[in-house]
Structure formats: C-alpha cells, structure tokens
C-alpha cells in the first residue's frame, strides 16, 4: 500500500511542480495583464503597491514550484501549496457568490479563458484534497525511491494527470465559450 500512496504523492508533487511553475512563469511573463486580473477581483491599489503584491505572489509560487519535489522540503511545499490553493479557492468562490460571474478566473496564469464559476471552485476544492492526501503522506514517512520502473510510471502518470487538468480546462472553457 506505501507504494500506492507514494506513487500518488509523488505525481502530485510532480503536477504541483508543474501547476505552479507554470503559474508563476506566465505571471512573471504577464505582469500588466496580471494587474487587470487583481483589478477584476476588486484589488484597486496603487500600481507599485499591485506590483509588489504580484512579487509576492509569484514568490510563494515559485517557493513551491522549488520545495515540492526534494524529499527534504516536501512537506513545506505541501503546506504551502495548501494554504495557497485554499486562498484562492476562497477568493475565487467569494468572487462566484458576490460579485459578477463572467469575469475570467485567473487560475493558474491569465492563460486560461475560464470563467469564475462551479468549475473553478470544484478543480481547486480537488486540488487541496490531492494536496492534503500527499502532505499526510509526507508526514508518515519519508518518499522513497523504488527503482527506475517505478520513476517512469510517476512520470508516465504525471503526465496523464496534466493532459487531463488542460483538456478538462479547454472542455470548460469551450462550453463556457458557446454557452454549452
């Protein structure tokens, strides 16, 4: 059964790796879209304010794109990543009940073409729940390396796991799109 478990917490760690490299990256490459997305959510501050905001931002998703993967600092990349996805699993469910609807998500980079919605808050509600499933994982014990067959079924899986994440994204995207 650790094998299971590991092999699940090592994909996780692995999409997470990816998930918020990616995050990270298109904000760093985006950073005056990045400011409309603050100011759709309601975030009206001055620009070196927004700016120093986005830094942040982009550091605690780079600190998890960094500590998620070494056995070491996996469970800090865990619990960061938890506490990050739970805040803007909020902010984004905030936005959904009490403000407009139709403004785009934001989720991940300004990339996708997502709408704030059920979707959004369901695919980050998932998403903490792999999360908090390999954080207890890291607490029990540490990772260990199972030999090569079993690194390229984690990266094999991984790679599934991120196929899945981006047509499921452009599946919502389009029905949102033609109103489905």
């Given amino acids: 059964m650790d094998i299971a478990i590991d092999t699940i917490s090592n994909v996780v760690a ?4 990816w998930l918020f490299g990616n995050a990270a990256y298109h904000k760093i490459t985006n ?17 070196n304010i927004a700016t120093t905001l986005l830094v942040i931002i ?6 998890i794109t960094v500590t998620i993967l070494p056995a070491s600092t996996r469970l800090y990349g865990f619990v960061l990543a938890c506490m990050t996805l739970v805040a803007y699993t909020t902010i984004i469910a905030f936005q959904f ?10 989720c991940g980079s300004t990339a996708t073409v997502i709408k704030v919605g059920w979707y959004s808050i369901l695919r980050n509600i998932v998403l903490v729940s792999l999360c908090l ?4 994982n890291s607490f029990s014990h ?12 984690t990266v ?9 994440y981006l047509s499921m994204d452009k599946l919502v995207s389009i029905k949102q799109l033609y109103h489905i």
């Fill in 14 to 17: 692995l999409f997470f790796f």
């Fill in 31 to 47: 950073i005056s879209e990045q400011h409309s997305v603050l100011t759709m959510y309601g975030v009206i501050l001055p620009i």
């Fill in 58 to 63: 982009i550091g605690i998703e780079t600190t």
């Fill in 97 to 106: 009940i009490f403000k407009k609807k139709t403004h785009p998500c934001g």
């Fill in 133 to 136: 499933l390999s954080l207890f």
């Fill in 142 to 153: 540490e990772n260990v390396f199972y030999g090569y067959d079993y690194l390229l079924l």
């Fill in 156 to 164: 094999t899986v991984t790679i599934l796991v991120i196929i899945f």
